[in-house]
Every structure is written in C-alpha cells, then in structure tokens.
C-alpha cells in the first residue's frame, strides 16, 4: 500500500511559538492531503483540505490564521501551528488522496503528538 | 452535512468468537462510500473495509464483514475469529461520491474493542 509519512512524530513546545507539522506521500504523487485533530478518547476531526498549488479550505471553527497549511508539492503538505497554546495539545493526523485511484482512497499518516508547555 | 453514529462507545468479545460494530449515517446522497478503520494503541489508522453504496455485495476481507443496509442507512461491521491483535478503536467513515466535496471522510465517534482470552 502507499505509504504517508508525517515528521515530527511528537513534538513539545513552550506557549506562544510555532510548530511546523510535515506530511509526506513517500511513493505516491496526492493531489489533495486532509489534516484531521484527534483529542485524547476522541474521533478524527477534519480541520483543512489541502489542495497541490492552491489555498487550503478550513472546516468551520478552525482558524486559519494560526493553522497555516501549505501544500507546495504533490508529495508535501505542512500544518503549521502559531502561537501554540496549551489548548492546541492534540494528535494531529494527515491523510493524503491517491491520484489515478478510481476510488479515490485515502492513506493516512502516523500522526504527530503535540504538547504544548 | 453527514452524521456518522457510532452508538456503541465499548464492546467486549472473547477470544475466537465474533463480534458485531454497529454504525448509522445520515445523508440524502445516494452515491457515497463507507468505511471501517482501526486505529490500534500506535494510533495508526488502518483501513479495514471498505464498501461502495452503489454495490448490493455486501463487502469482506477476510475475518472482517460488513453488512450494510443502504435503506436503513446502517452499516455494522462484524469480525469473526476474533483475535487479541483485533483489540483497537474502530471508526466508521463516510465520504461522498461528489467530485466537489473534498472527498474528505465523516468519522463517527469511534468503538472500543476489547479482546478477552
């Protein structure tokens, strides 16, 4: 199966600076990546849709402003994370959508743990 | 927008028998898919089945089966055989058909699998 690769895969930050979160399709071209936020005992939410070469589009109640999402490449997206508070402690995870795939499948990464001091 | 519901927070099976997850959704579409995932303690999301709304078959992978009730809008996933390796969060998923939607998938809120020896 194709293989998505995030880095770091946890990371611990003081309050009020910025993280960067990176997903990688290793063996695959993803013309779209997803970043979902799981909090402990929790579902996957969706915060972004990440489109190769165009702006992210944010799910309701997610800010874009402190989530940046770039995806510069059909094999790169990065969530950045600024001024990283307390509350934005989660597990964040990226999937990205095979290109070609009749069925359009997802693979997803192994998710970054974010702890934030 | 679609709900997933997954009424069923924990379930407990022991060891070679089998065990049914139940899911229901909500959606006016009639063109969508559906998904199991498990997420084990790594916290990996791994596919599990996957079935195509426009199919009547319903799907199986080997241990793992699905029945799903397109009228109803239920899609419960049974695992027979269980075994310890089984024990993990499982999510059901939806994600529309439509090219305009994102693809992004819908996850209800997730069962607890505990496998007894």
């Known amino acids: 199966g194709a293989v998505v690769s995030q880095h770091p895969s946890w990371v611990i930050c003081k309050s009020g600076t910025s993280v960067k979160i990176e997903c990688r399709s290793l063996d695959f071209q993803a013309t779209t990546m997803f970043w979902y936020r799981q909090f402990p005992k929790q579902s996957l939410m969706l915060m972004a849709t990440s489109n190769e070469g165009s702006k992210a589009t944010y799910e309701q109640g997610v800010e874009k402003d402190k989530f940046l999402i770039n995806h510069a490449s059909l094999t790169l997206s990065t969530l950045t994370v600024t001024s990283a508070h307390p509350e934005d402690s989660s597990f964040y995870i990226c999937?990205?959508?095979?290109?070609?795939?009749?069925?359009?499948?997802?693979?997803f990464g192994p998710g970054t743990r974010l702890t934030v001091l | 927008a679609q709900t997933v519901t997954q009424s069923q927070p924990e379930m407990s099976v022991q060891e070679a028998e089998t065990v049914t997850l139940s899911c229901t959704y909500d959606t006016s579409e009639s063109d969508y898919y559906l998904f199991w995932y498990k997420q084990p303690p790594s916290r990996q999301m791994i596919l599990v089945i996957r079935q195509e709304a426009y199919k009547q078959q319903n799907a199986t992978e080997n241990r793992f089966s699905v029945n799903f009730q397109k009228a109803a809008k239920s899609f419960s996933l049974k695992i027979s055989d269980s075994q310890l390796g089984d024990a993990a969060m499982y999510f059901c998923?939806?994600?529309?058909?439509?090219?305009?939607?994102?693809?992004?998938?819908?996850f209800g809120k997730g069962t607890s699998l505990l496998v007894t020896p």
């Open positions: 999937s990205a959508r095979v290109i070609g795939q009749a069925n359009n499948e997802q693979f």
């Open positions: 998923a939806y994600r529309s058909a439509r090219s305009n939607s994102g693809y992004a998938l819908n």
